[in-house]
């Protein structure tokens, strides 16, 4: 993810709670959720510089459960309300995460650096 990209979706993450074991990073966690959507590989094979597969796992079904993704996607998708993307069409409202998060990850790689 680009540092631009990631400025605009930062402040759309729920914060890091106190307590327990330390969250890992935001940013490695949603690169990894990016890889997985990108490659379709097994959660298993995800590369060590992702972190903990079962973090990303996790993460991604607890963001998908708070609406955390559907905030990043209705950010994403205010970038280019000037030049709307034919792939919005496909959305369907939050009700399918996977098609959430191809459309986040569709508009995340299409950014300007």
């Given at each position: 993810m680009t540092?631009?990209?990631?400025?605009?979706?930062?402040p759309l993450l729920p914060p890091v709670?106190?307590?327990?074991?330390?969250?890992?990073?935001?940013?490695?966690?949603?690169?990894?959720?990016l890889?997985?959507?990108?490659?379709?590989?097994?959660?298993?094979?995800?590369p060590e510089r992702y972190g903990?597969?079962?973090t990303a796992?996790?993460?991604l079904r607890i963001w998908t459960a708070d609406g955390t993704w559907e905030r990043i996607l209705d950010e994403v998708q205010s970038?280019?309300?000037s030049?709307?993307?034919?792939?919005?069409?496909?959305?369907?409202?939050?009700?399918d995460s996977t098609a959430?998060?191809?459309l986040i990850w569709t508009a995340i790689s299409r950014l300007p650096t």
């Amino acid at each position: 993810m680009t540092d631009r990209a990631w400025v605009r979706i930062e402040p759309l993450l729920p914060p890091v709670v106190g307590r327990g074991r330390r969250w890992r990073d935001h940013r490695q966690v949603i690169n990894a959720i990016l890889w997985k959507l990108r490659t379709g590989a097994p959660w298993r094979d995800m590369p060590e510089r992702y972190g903990p597969w079962k973090t990303a796992h996790e993460r991604l079904r607890i963001w998908t459960a708070d609406g955390t993704w559907e905030r990043i996607l209705d950010e994403v998708q205010s970038i280019y309300l000037s030049d709307p993307m034919p792939w919005i069409v496909g959305y369907s409202g939050g009700k399918d995460s996977t098609a959430c998060l191809q459309l986040i990850w569709t508009a995340i790689s299409r950014l300007p650096t």
